[in-house]
């Protein structure tokens, strides 16, 4: 199993930006696919991004596509959430997922067993 807990959350204008950061602990971090998802009030949880076990692969949401950057660092067992451009209707709360068996094209969450706590994600316009 892994535990994971995300930070780098807050309050920004529209047009700033935020790096969210996840922390995995646990065996073999290198060998799960991450992704992340987020949630806002009264809507259902959605797939924002999501990158292989390798870092090669990522795959993004048509609405964050060009803004958002995935990242991963196995040494320090964190993945990254690099969030440019933000706007208004990014307002959600954020969270990472771990999977053993998807691929960063899966995007429901049902694909994903483990999860973080989320951080809160304000954007105001």
């Known amino acids: 199993q892994v535990q994971l807990g995300e930070s780098g959350g807050g309050l920004v204008q529209a047009g700033g930006s935020l790096r969210l950061s996840c922390a995995a602990a646990g065996r073999d971090f290198s060998s799960y696919t991450m992704g992340w998802f987020r949630q806002a009030p009264g809507k259902e949880r959605e797939f924002v991004s999501g990158?292989?076990?390798?870092?090669?692969?990522?795959n993004y949401a048509d609405s964050v596509k060009g803004r958002f950057t995935i990242s991963r660092d196995n040494a320090k067992n964190t993945v990254y959430l690099q969030m440019d451009s933000l706007k208004p209707e990014d307002t959600a709360v954020y969270y990472c997922?771990?999977?053993?068996?998807?691929?960063?094209?899966?995007?429901?969450?049902?694909?994903?067993?483990?999860w973080g706590q989320g951080t809160q994600v304000t954007v105001s316009s």
């Open positions: 997922a771990a999977s053993t068996f998807g691929t960063v094209f899966y995007t429901p969450p049902s694909g994903y067993p483990y």
């Open positions: 990158i292989s076990w390798s870092g090669d692969t990522t």
